[in-house]
């Protein structure tokens, strides 16, 4: 099992950025699947990047062009650099690490878009 603990959330304007942190506990987090996701009120969670050990990265259409997912191995931390933002991005986000059965997420950070 791996300990998941995000950062960086916070109050944005529209059109302005944000990057998300997570930290992972362990010591092979560099054959991670790692992943962001986010779940706004009233609505299912869904999925919005991820990036696996090879740093092959995927995006949500949504958030494509938008925003960039990336990793340290060194640190055990994956990021998620959110620009452009739009009020329909407000959402608390999670992350997620995945190898083979194992899935943890973390607790949530919360990301608010408004003027």
């Known amino acids: 099992q791996v300990q998941l603990v995000e950062s960086g959330g916070g109050l944005v304007q529209p059109g302005g950025s944000l990057r998300l942190s997570c930290a992972a506990s362990?010591?092979?987090?560099?054959?991670?699947?790692m992943g962001w996701y986010r779940q706004a009120p009233g609505k299912q969670r869904e999925w919005v990047a991820s990036?696996?050990?090879?740093?092959?990265?995927n995006y949500a259409d949504s958030v494509k062009g938008r925003f960039t997912i990336s990793r340290d191995n060194d640190k055990n931390t994956v990021y998620l650099q959110m620009n452009k933002l739009k009020p329909e991005d407000s959402a608390v986000y999670y992350c997620?690490?995945?190898?083979?059965?194992?899935?943890?997420w973390g607790k949530g950070n919360l990301v608010t878009v408004s003027s």
């Open positions: 362990g010591s092979i987090f560099s054959i991670y699947v």
């Open positions: 990036i696996t050990s090879g740093n092959t990265t």
């Open positions: 997620k690490a995945a190898i083979g059965p194992m899935r943890d």
